[in-house]
């Protein structure tokens, strides 16, 4: 795997999209957990904190901080359109 911060960014995007696709298009949210509507984009951050764990152990921290942007803009973002106060 490259050192690069665009890779990094490619492999944080790619679980909450897909967190944000499942949600949107399919009932899975309803089906498995239907009383915690945030738990879908939960797991996508822990399986991104679970890759970023093995781009800082072998050496990639350009990487690690693609993932950490990716993550934390999604989470933003998951938070203005939801309209989830803090």
Do not use: C
Request: net charge positive; hydrophobic share 55%.
């Amino acid at each position: 795997m490259r050192n690069n911060l665009w890779a990094g960014s490619g492999i944080g995007i790619a679980f909450p999209l897909l967190a944000f696709l499942l949600v949107r298009f399919t009932d899975i949210e309803l089906h498995f957990l239907p009383e915690k509507p945030m738990a879908t984009y939960t797991i996508a951050v822990l399986i991104n904190l679970i890759f970023l764990r093995f781009a800082y152990r072998s050496g990639n921290d350009q990487v690690g901080k693609g993932i950490i942007i990716m993550t934390f803009l999604s989470m933003i973002l998951y938070l203005i359109t939801h309209k989830v106060t803090v």
